[in-house]
């Protein structure tokens, strides 16, 4: 047992890393922005990236930090710096101060390319303070994240319920179900030499990942579709989609400029060269699996 500090424990993916958290037997110290109902084994500090003093404390003696914390999406690009890097920075800071030396850190494989998009520049920006760090860090780029409680890929499910599944331009993507994920960064908590210093991409164990329209019939099947049709759009037809989700939507927009910048890359599939030894972590939910398994959470929680 050890005392694992997470940042984000109340987000899509925090939420599941807390989960696996407790059922693998570790004590969590978890960031949360608001008063959290109390959890067994759970204690929970009031704060942000932006405050320096509960950062402070939320590493203070931890075996190890879980760093998820983030902005994924906004409508405005210039606020991944502070959130992404600068946030990034702090966190560094308090475990250097708290003696906690044992950092995961959750990234993406935007980052590999960061010159496509804002969010994919600031997570690389955020990887080159994790690696100046001087902690014994772990980098994680997951590829896209699903599962229950995932709202990004949720529009995808409620049009594949009509039939229709608009993809980007061909291409190939890596998906992971939530609580593999999970399951993987706690177990990069250990400071087991193999994963010092390691950056790893991984996946649901398809290999190659998967062909936009292979995951668009998949999605398709998850939800009870046969043969769903799925145009790839052009990037001028995307870009015109993220206005108007703007328009419609504000800043709960889930299609914006910056989201479209990536979108378009033909190649979001885990590096077999990063793949986590299977001696440390495997994959246990297959994507045909996972994504029936999504679509069901959704019907009963009335997403779709």
Known sequence: ?????????????????????????????????????????????????????????????????????????TPDPAQFEGANVTGTARVVEAMRSGGARRLVFVSSLSAREPKLSAYGASKARAETVVEASGLDWTMVRPPAVYGP?????????????????PLPPGGATSIIHAADLADLLIAMTSNAAPMRKQIYEPDDGREGGWGHKELAQAIGRAVGRRGVFAPHLPRAVLD?????????????????????????????????????????????????????????????????
């Not at 409680?149 to 599944?165: N, P, S």
């Open 240 to 304: 015109a989609a993220a206005g108007a989700d703007r328009l419609l939507r504000g800043n709960e927009a889930r299609l914006t400029a910056d989201r479209v910048g990536y979108m378009c890359h033909p190649n979001w599939v885990s590096r077999f060269d990063r793949k986590v030894p299977p001696g440390i972590w495997q994959p246990v939910i297959a994507g045909e699996d996972g994504l029936k398994a999504t679509a069901e959470w959704y019907r009963r929680e009335g997403w779709l």
């Open 1 to 73: 047992m050890s005392l694992l500090a997470i940042t984000g424990a109340t987000g899509f993916v925090g939420s599941a890393v807390l989960d696996a958290a407790l059922a693998a037997g570790h004590d969590v110290r978890a960031l949360a922005r608001r008063d959290q109902a109390p959890r067994e084994g759970v204690e929970w500090m009031r704060g942000d990236l932006a405050d320096g003093l509960a950062l402070k404390a939320l590493c203070a003696g931890a075996d190890a930090v879980v760093h998820i914390a983030g902005l994924t999406n």
């Open 149 to 165: 409680r995932d709202v990004d890929m949720l529009d995808l499910f409620r049009a594949a319920k009509w039939g229709v599944v």
